[in-house]
């Protein structure tokens, strides 16, 4: 299966540890995603990247967040300092640009913070 | 302010019937439109799109209706079966010619096809 990654699927944390999610993305596509999803709600963009470049970031990600693609394949989504707010679904797409570049996700990461 | 809004948050059919799940937006400059099927524990997976240039999108059993004038879209499912059963999320995207950036998403619909 050559879909879209996460890791680890699921995450408990105590308030105030740091986490740290992979995505890697499918393998040619050159575009990644950040969203995140909480219960009720539909997925909330977060950042992503074209190749290695982070092209765009939603307000939503607080200076906790942080998220790199070092060599433009896989990904990591950094959160310092979690707060029990930030018990969600972390979910990762990757697109190949181009007339459409329709977004795949991956399964997601959730965490759950104590 | 919601900008995609899938006003039903459940719907129930009976298998062999045709599921029609809606979707409305505010914003004029959206142009693209996605629907994604989740099922619990696992990731969105894209069902069909739209461009704004179209009215009409089909794929099997799938087809995607746009109407421009009325900011609204739907997504009809006929035959209705029970795999279909999971959350159906509509998204836009504002971003021209379809190259995607961020997709805005509405809450869902739970779609129940009973047998």
Redesign the interface.
């Known amino acids: 299966d050559t879909g879209?990654s996460?890791d680890p699927r699921h995450k408990i944390t105590k308030r105030g540890q740091n986490v740290t999610f992979r995505c890697d993305p499918i393998s040619e596509h050159n575009r990644l995603?950040w969203?995140r999803q909480t219960l009720?709600?539909?997925?909330?963009?977060l950042t992503?990247f074209q190749n290695e470049a982070q092209?765009?970031k939603?307000r939503l990600l607080s200076d906790r967040f942080s998220a790199e693609r070092p060599k433009g394949s896989f990904s990591t989504l950094e959160i310092q300092r979690t707060e029990q707010g930030d018990s969600a679904m972390y979910?990762c797409?990757s697109?190949l640009?181009?007339?459409?570049?329709?977004?795949?996700?991956?399964?997601?990461t959730r965490l759950t913070v104590l | 302010d919601q900008q995609v809004k899938q006003n039903s948050p459940s719907l129930s059919v009976q298998e062999g019937r045709i599921s029609i799940l809606n979707c409305d937006y505010t914003n004029s400059m959206f142009d693209y439109f996605l629907w994604y099927k989740k099922y619990p524990a696992e990731g969105p997976t894209f069902l069909i799109s739209i461009s704004s240039i179209k009215d009409k999108n089909e794929d099997g059993r799938f087809t995607v209706f746009l109407n421009k004038s009325a900011k609204h879209l739907s997504l009809h499912i006929v035959p209705s079966q029970p795999g279909d059963s999971a959350v159906y999320f509509c998204a836009a995207s504002d971003t021209p010619g379809g190259s995607q950036g961020n997709l805005i998403f509405g809450k869902g619909t739970k779609l129940s096809v009973k047998p």
């Not at chain 1, 009720?40 to 963009?45: A, K, N, V």
């Not at chain 1, 640009?97 to 997601?108: K, S, V």
């Open positions: 879209v996460q995603y969203y009720g709600q539909g997925p909330e963009f992503y092209l765009e939603s979910l797409a697109s640009l181009g007339y459409t570049d329709t977004q795949y996700f991956g399964p997601g």
